[in-house]
């Protein structure tokens, strides 16, 4: 079976652009979430998405947005690109929304470089 | 804010010898778990630990959760150098859709 698929594994992108990362979750898998790495730290959520609706958002400026499909895919966007958004972006798929009950399966993340 | 402080941060050891992992914080979770990064890939979970107390072994790996649970750690005994990555602890707490993560422990285990 395939993990968790994103898309694209990295990306150079010049400050006040936009950019669209995806996510396919695990077959089956209803919940994705999305996580910044920043080098050298732990990853930040970013957002939850179960049943296409958000249900979780973290402490992010409102440049970042997300949507989950009807076939559970999720699309993150980042609008007016600044510097300090250069990072591993972390989509994690699970089957509810509750973590203790279903855990987490992370993707391999893309690699946002802002210039 | 929960936060979440790992130590230490950087981790040097010759295979075979033993180590321990510790992530502490002032907040209460209502399960924490811990992940294996490699670079470039996403974390891997190793284990969630739910109950105050609870230890749980992995192979050369044990996990506990404190009485309290506002900490915990991870020991690896007779570390090899296949153990080598960034281990992070993650709580998860309220409704328990998101994950809180510590800055990791970034360790080398040198053959």
């Known amino acids: 079976d395939a993990g968790v698929t994103q898309s694209p594994t990295h990306l150079i992108k010049t400050r006040g652009q936009h950019v669209t990362l995806r996510c396919s979750p695990i077959?089956?898998?209803?919940?994705v979430s999305w996580y910044q790495q920043v080098l050298g730290q732990g990853p930040q959520f970013i957002f939850q998405?179960?049943?296409?609706?958000?249900?979780g958002r973290g402490n992010f400026p409102d440049r970042f947005s997300a949507r989950q499909f009807p076939n559970y895919s999720s699309e993150l966007n980042v609008n007016a690109l600044l510097l300090g958004d250069s990072a591993l972006y972390l989509c994690?798929?699970?089957?509810?929304?509750?973590?203790?009950?279903?855990?987490?399966?992370f993707g391999s993340g893309t690699r946002l470089t802002v210039v | 804010t929960q936060l979440l402080e790992q130590s230490p941060q950087f981790l040097s050891i010759q295979e075979g010898e033993n180590l321990t992992v510790y992530c502490n914080s002032s907040?209460?979770?209502?399960?924490l778990q811990w992940y294996r990064q490699e670079p470039g890939e996403g974390p891997v979970l190793l284990v969630t630990?739910?109950?105050?107390?609870e230890v749980k072994k992995l192979k050369r790996l044990t996990f506990q959760f404190g009485d309290a649970r506002k900490d915990s750690s991870l020991h690896i005994t007779a570390a090899q150098p296949g153990d080598t990555g960034l281990y992070l602890c993650?709580?998860?707490?309220?409704?328990?859709?998101?994950?809180?993560f510590g800055s990791g422990t970034q360790l080398t285990v040198l053959p």
């Open positions: 994690a798929s699970s089957l509810g929304g509750r973590i203790v009950d279903y855990g987490y399966t």
């Open positions: 077959s089956g898998h209803k919940s």
């Open positions: 998405y179960y049943e296409k609706e958000e249900r």
């Open positions: 907040s209460v979770f209502s399960s």
């Open positions: 630990v739910v109950t105050g107390g």
């Open positions: 993650a709580g998860a707490s309220g409704s328990a859709r998101q994950l809180t």
